[in-house]
């Protein structure tokens, strides 16, 4: 989603499904304990530099929920932030990621233009 802050400037926005550590991690910078070896694969392992190789240049954020909206869902799809593919609870995580000038006018013609006011957006 294209979005014009009030700034002027454009970002783009991504609305993920995260996982329980992503949501953690991204609202309060907590990084889970590691998982037991014995009863799971070093795969199922969250890993901070995951995450941040994944998202370089991305902006993360918890998505403000409304008091009447749920906060999670459970999901046996793959969290969308860090790829793991354990079933659990989903977070809402804003991606955003400023435009250039060019890129946005690309994608001005292709788009039409979401406002979005940037207190709607917690930040850490
Ligand atoms: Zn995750």
């Not at 793959?78 to 955003?96: F, H, P, Q, S, T």
């Amino acid at each position: 989603m294209l979005v014009q802050y009030a700034s002027g400037e454009y970002h783009e926005h991504c609305e993920l499904e995260a996982c329980h550590d992503c949501f953690l991690y991204v609202a309060n910078g907590d990084e889970p304990e590691p998982l037991d070896m014995t009863y799971w694969d070093e795969a199922d392992n969250w890993k901070a530099s995951a995450v941040n190789e994944e998202w370089e240049g991305w902006n993360l954020m918890a998505k403000h929920i409304e008091e009447d909206e749920e906060s999670s869902s459970f999901s046996w799809t793959g969290c969308e932030v860090c790829n793991r593919r354990l079933g659990g609870d989903r977070y809402k995580i804003i991606a955003a990621r400023q435009l250039s000038p060019g890129e946005a006018l690309l994608r001005l013609s292709k788009q039409p233009v979401g406002e979005k006011d940037e207190s709607e957006l917690e930040t850490n």
